[in-house]
């Protein structure tokens, strides 16, 4: 058996020196999978739904009540709304701290669009 190499063959180019037309166009982009905002809510809501599951199932295996004391204020509450008033007080202090953050950002690429419009 005899092996044999096939060698490509190139195409003639114009005499003029301009390159042939499927040259100049440029090759079509490759389209990564974006998703919708439609998606991205139907994501969301399934998230969140399990998210409520699990917080169901929490309160109601947690419904003790405990006693909570906390700047003079004495009470009475379930675990489980005392954690879950938790978690809500620091999502809040999250959120703030990243409001805040935006709002320094934003702050900081105005003044910088400002100094290069001057210049």
């Known amino acids: 058996m005899s092996a044999q190499h096939d060698t490509p063959t190139q195409s003639p180019r114009p005499a003029s020196g301009t390159a042939p037309e499927s040259e100049l166009q440029a090759p079509a982009p490759r389209r990564a999978h974006l998703g919708t905002r439609i998606s991205g809510i139907r994501v969301a809501l399934i998230a969140g739904v ?13 419904a003790n ?6 700047l003079g204020a004495h009470l009475r509450v379930p675990l489980a709304a005392a954690l879950v008033l ?5 999502a809040l202090v999250m959120a ?3 409001t805040a953050r935006i709002t320094q950002l934003r702050q900081v ?11």
Do not use: E
């Not at 399990?50 to 947690?62: E, K, P, S, Y």
């Not at 690429?109 to 210049?119: E, G, L, V, Y």
């Open 109 to 119: 690429m105005r003044r910088d669009r400002r100094k290069a419009r001057a210049s």
């Open 65 to 70: 009540t405990v006693g909570i004391s906390f």
């Open 96 to 98: 703030a701290a990243g």
């Open 50 to 62: 399990l998210v409520l599951a699990v917080v169901m199932i929490f309160v109601i295996q947690n």
């Open 86 to 90: 938790a978690a809500i007080a620091g």
